[in-house]
Structure formats: C-alpha cells, structure tokens
C-alpha cells in the first residue's frame, strides 16, 4: 500500500511539473525515476520510449504505467498511470470553470514563451545522458543521426521508424556486435 | 448515465486507436465534433491552446477538458480514464512479457538498435521545440523573419544554468516561466 500511494505521489508531482507531451517529461522522469528513486534505468526509459511511441495511447501513461507495473505489478502500474493524470484533471477542470480564457492572457503567454525555450533546453540535455546508453559504437550513432534526420525533415511517422529499426536490430544486431563494427 | 456512458467510450476508442502523443488525438477529436452537438471546431482550437499552457501531458490535458465540456467535472474523469483504459491493459502486457524474455537474444538485439532509433526521434522532437521557441518557425519551412533575439539569450543562458548547477529541473522552467513574464516574451 505504502508503495502504491508513493507510486502515486511521486507521478502526480511529476504530471504538475510536466509542460507539452510526453517528450518534455523525459527530463523529470531521468531526475526524479533514475537519479532519486532509482526504479528504472536510462535505457529502461529509453525502450519504454520506444515501446510507447508504436504503441497505442499517450507515451506519458504509457510510461507511467510501465515504470508503476515493474515496481508493484498491475495496481502499480494502475497507481502510477491515476498519479500521472490526477493534476491535469484538477487544473484543467478549474480552468475550464472560471477562466475561459486563460490561454490569452497576457502574462499566461509570456510565461510560456520562456517555458518553451526551457523545456527545448531539457530536453537537449536528456538526448545528451540517453546517447550514453544508446551509442555504443559507429553504427549505432549513424542510426540516431539517420532517425533523428528524417523524423526532423520528413512526414514519415514515428510508429514506421521504430519498426523499421527493431526489424533491423533483429537482423543485423549479432552481426554488428560479433564483427567489432562497434569499435568506436 | 448513458451519456457518460458513451462519453466513456469515445475516448476508450481514442486511446485505442491513436498512436504516439498526444496531438495524434486530434484527428479523432474532429471526428466527435461532427458527431455530437457538444463539441465545436472553436472549443477544439481553445482546447490545444490550453492543453499547452497547463502542465500535464497534452492527451490527458485535452481528455480532460472534452469531458468538462460534455458533463463537467465527473465528463473530465471519465474521459480521461476512457483514454487511459485500452493504455494500461496493452501496456501491462508488454511488460509483463518484456520481463519474461529480457534475457532473450531476440529481444536484446531489437533494443539494440531501438534505443539509438529512440534517442533520435526524442532528439528530432526537441530540434522542433526549439526551433519553434527561437525562430518561431519549422525546421521544414525555416525562416529568419521571427527569429526571437531574447528567446536565444535565455536558451543559452538555461544551457549554463543546466549545465553548471546541479537544480531539479522544475526550477530552470519556473526561472524560465518568470524571465518571460518580466522581459515580456
């Protein structure tokens, strides 16, 4: 129970903390998961990531519920994921009640405007501690500069490149590491 | 009750079939504008406008307040676990999974290349955060023309104050949030 009700808290404080997407919540989850609860490793969140992004639903529950389910099985994963949403549904619901117009105001604007370019900041940082996880070697940097290329420049959807690359990996992963194409 | 009911539904529906984030919830939500009364194209564009400047996740954000819009603070719940429903059930079984083979070669070597994959697409979605917060531009469609010279000082500025002070993260976006409101961004 003690680990459910922490599982909660500690998902809604990050849910109050998170601003646009499950991408600017990658920052906050390295801190506040990796760094000072130690559930989940980088790469942990990284193939949660990856998993979320090609699987139905919003990559912020859907990592919610991983990291919940890996601490206390199913009602972890259920306690994380009700954690999550919880302040959207208090904040959203008062806004909606009396201030209909919120998103114009002045000062909500400019507030956001700083926040955006904060959040662009994190989120520069996070890619930096992922590639140490994820970059083991030549061929694995060419593939994140290959996605991170044609993600920025074409329409092609994100679910289409995440296949591709584990359909690669499945094929070529034991080649790459047996012939020491890796080195760096 | 029915219409809570229904409500429950559409976004069970939602949650199922929209892959990858929140904004890839909008098309369905134009969907439930030209089904239902209650919904208007102007509350789906206020709804974006909010979802983005209220923390929270944006899915959850724009759950939340269709269904405030539907049947008031009991809409927004359910909604919301309408939209989370089909999330944990798939999930749970991913994981569950995972745990059982994540010694197995196949499932090694598919992550082997997912997560540079994965490190790339989070890199590509914030060269769009911030080309969007300093040029106020795509990168598809990029120009100088709104390129904001006080957005860039406090890029750089939050690039040292990350790098140099070891604070939660939370205290670089209040910083950020409170330089805007006094510089006017």
Known sequence: MKVLLELFITFAKMGVVTFGGGYAMLPILQRTVVDDKKWATEEEILDYYAIGQCTPGIIAVNTATFIGYKQKG?????SATLGVIFPSIIIIGIISAFLKNFS????????FAGIRVCVGVLILNAVIKLWKGAVKGKVTAAIMFFVLIISAFTDISSVLI?????????????????????KK | ????????????????????GGLATLPFLYDLESKYTWLTAAMIGDMVAISEST???????????????????????????????????????????????????????????????????????????IMLAIFKTNI???????????????????????????????VAIAISGA?????SF
Request: charged share 10%; glycine share 10%.
């Open chain 1, 74 to 78: 199913i009602l972890g994963g259920i």
């Open chain 1, 104 to 111: 114009d105001l002045a000062v909500v604007q400019h507030a």
């Open chain 1, 162 to 182: 995440v296949i591709a690359a584990g359909i690669f990996g499945l094929f070529f992963a034991g080649k790459i590491q047996n012939k020491g194409a890796e």
């Open chain 2, 1 to 20: 009750m029915s219409a809570l009911l229904l409500l429950y539904f559409e976004f069970l529906k939602i949650g199922l079939f929209a892959v990858g």
């Open chain 2, 55 to 129: 923390p929270g996740p944006m899915g959850v954000n724009m759950a939340t307040y269709v269904g405030f819009q539907n049947s008031g603070v009991i809409g927004s719940v359910i909604a919301t676990l309408g939209l989370i429903t089909p999330s944990i059930i798939i999930i749970i079984i991913i994981a569950n999974i995972l745990v059982k083979f994540k010694e197995s070669k196949i499932v090694k070597n598919v992550f082997y290349t997912l997560r540079p994959a994965a490190t790339g697409l989070i890199a590509s979605a914030g060269l769009s955060v």
């Open chain 2, 140 to 170: 598809t469609a990029f120009t100088f023309s709104k390129f904001d010279f006080k957005c860039l000082l406090l890029f750089i500025f939050m690039i040292i104050f990350t790098w140099k002070t070891k604070f939660h993260p939370i």
């Open chain 2, 179 to 183: 330089i805007g409101i006094l510089f």
